[in-house]
């Protein structure tokens, strides 16, 4: 069932007689602002890791697949900041790098040839990973959020 004052806002926002108001038009531009033309976005995967798993107030472990690159990243929040260290398999080519993002944020760490990097001291909540390869689209991580 609808509820009436529901209905009856969503008939004056089409109808143009109720403004969108500015906050909330101006966190559409940010979040759109956030997007990477042509990104191929990797999906959360299921990870069976044993190594490196450690207990509920250790690192978080998640994975991330597409593209034919796996991104593996380990999460730690301590004293209100998030460090993260990952690595992208297999090793992209020489000048790649990716950027650790989150909304207000960019760190972008060029890769060793192990595919590995690290990023430290960003802000709780959202982030994402992105890859940049030569001659290849990029591939980001969808946005996982990060409590400390």
């Avoid at 008939?11 to 559409?28: F, Q, T, W």
């Avoid at 890791?49 to 250790?58: D, H």
């Avoid at 001291?121 to 990973?129: A, D, F, Q």
């Amino acid at each position: 069932m609808i509820n009436d004052e529901y209905f009856l806002a969503a008939l004056r926002l089409a109808s143009g007689n109720d403004p969108i108001p500015g906050h909330v038009s101006a966190a559409a531009r940010d979040a759109f602002g956030l997007r990477v033309p042509r990104a191929v976005t990797a999906v959360p995967a299921e990870w069976a890791a044993t190594r490196g798993v450690r207990g509920a107030e250790g690192p978080h472990m998640v994975r991330f697949v597409a593209a034919g690159l796996t991104f593996d990243l380990e999460v730690t929040v301590g004293d209100g900041l998030i460090d993260v260290a990952g690595q992208v398999c297999p090793a992209p080519a020489e000048g790649s790098h990716v950027d650790v993002r989150t909304p207000h944020l960019t760190l972008t760490r060029h890769l060793a040839h192990s595919g590995q990097f690290a990023a430290t001291g960003l802000p709780p909540g959202w982030l994402s990973v992105v890859c940049h390869r030569p001659g290849q689209a990029p591939v980001q991580t969808r946005w996982v959020r990060i409590r400390p």
